[in-house]
């Protein structure tokens, strides 16, 4: 019995690894005539189309002279120039900053969450998830506006420390720190949830095995349960760098004039500078920011594992 089902599983492992073999185009082909594949394909082309159609006008724009809004001009680089001899590197230097102390900040707050999540309250767990992702349903700037009630001056908390404690609170809002802590606010889901997968993805065996050989709690978390849960950790980090970085209602609401970030410019140059080609160019600089950031984080992460394609 053993016999005959190891023939049979090689019989039918032998066509897959003889396709394997195959030239693309076919492979392609015979991909192509799936029916999934042409179930998929109407809603498929519609997403790529709005994707690729924004992103096509938005570089094509990139390259027209300034203060122009035709694609039928000759191409120039003069966007470009204008943007590395003017004080735009400020806006990207602060952005940059802002989202690169977000995610060291949620990687501290969001790792022993996403362990107690997933070890500790296993059975409420899905409570404490529906909990963290209820602010999802509202949208980021009435959640905000409501935290410049607690922040502005005579608010609730600089109310509350005047009134019964005698301490005199200036306003919080309009500063770097208000800034930091609105993207901090906003981008915890988004951090949390790939971190609870990456977690989830590391063995209790060899936990317990590790335990087992003598290992320390520090061994243990430095030696398996980070290295295991790195792809989810990358992948929450990647989410919310990118997040953080193009984020404009928290530097807005919160932080006022204190801190430009580069999204601020963008949206200035497509209203009320009427400059779309400098918006253009400064849209296609971040998209090449994240764009190599996203590869080199892919590099270093084996999807095949995170969604069970790998024994």
Not at 218 to 232: H, N, R, S, Y
Not at 240 to 269: N, P, R, Y
């Amino acid at each position: 019995m053993t016999d005959a089902s190891e023939t049979l599983s090689h019989n039918v492992a032998l066509p897959r690894r003889m396709s394997r073999s195959e030239p693309w185009p076919v492979r392609l082909g015979r991909g192509m005539r799936k029916p999934g594949f042409l179930a998929a394909l109407p809603v498929g082309l519609l997403l790529l189309l709005g994707f690729l159609g924004p992103l096509t006008l938005v570089f094509i724009f990139a390259f027209m002279p300034p203060q122009t809004f035709s694609v039928r001009q000759m191409p120039t680089l003069e966007n470009f120039r204008t943007i590395f001899a003017d004080s735009y590197y400020l806006s990207f230097l602060a952005s940059l900053q802002l989202a690169a102390s977000t995610v060291a900040i949620l990687l501290v707050i969001c790792y022993p969450l996403a362990v107690a999540m997933v070890r500790v309250f296993t059975r409420k767990a899905g409570i404490l998830a529906l909990v963290l992702a209820a602010p999802l349903f509202v949208a980021d700037n009435l959640r905000l506006m409501g935290w410049m009630l607690f922040l502005v001056k005579g608010g609730v908390v600089s109310g509350t420390m005047q009134t019964y404690f005698g301490i005199p609170v200036d306003s919080m809002l309009y500063t770097f720190s208000a800034t930091l802590f609105g993207l901090v606010y906003i981008n915890l889901p988004m951090m949390l949830f790939p971190m609870i997968l990456g977690v989830s993805m590391v063995p209790a065996q060899m936990r317990e095995a590790a335990f087992d050989l003598g290992a320390s709690r520090w061994q243990v978390m430095k030696e398996v349960d980070i290295p295991l849960a790195m792809p989810g950790i990358m992948i929450g980090a990647l989410i919310t760098f990118i997040l953080a970085a193009g984020a404009i209602t928290e530097a807005k609401v919160l932080g006022g004039t204190a801190v430009v970030m580069i999204a601020q410019d963008i949206q200035k140059e497509f209203t009320f500078a009427q400059n779309w080609p400098k918006g253009s160019a400064l849209s296609m600089l971040m998209i090449v920011l994240a764009g190599s950031l996203a590869l080199a984080m892919f590099k270093r992460v084996d999807l095949d594992a995170i969604f069970g394609r790998k024994g």
